[in-house]
């Protein structure tokens, strides 16, 4: 499984899966560990790690930072700098970040930078 670094419209350069699905973080994680449970889930699904899977770092990130954390629900979560990834349901296509800064199961979703940051809005 490769995760890279891809620029696109409206937010820049954030981590996208090897099909170019924009990655997103969940602030209520603290970079630690899962926090969307239950019907969250269904909107934000984790990126999982397929057992035997080996992470590999694309074009633009740091390898450092890659890893993978145990599910509560079985199997292991890709991490970023110690935030567990998603992908979004409202993401329809490759390119798409439709789900940033959204409030949605009980947080804000953000996409996440090569350098590890939540790309948070300013004020």
Known sequence: MTISARSLPRVGTVLVTSQGLALYVFAPDHHRAI?????C???????????GGRLAAGAGVDRRLLGSDRDPAGGRV???AGWPLYTY???VQPGQATGQNINLNGGKWYVIRPSGRPLIPGP
């Open 78 to 80: 890709v991490t970023y």
């Open 89 to 91: 349901t409202g993401d």
């Open 41 to 51: 889930l269904g909107t934000w699904p984790p990126l999982m790690l397929p057992s």
């Open 35 to 39: 926090t969307c449970k239950g019907t």
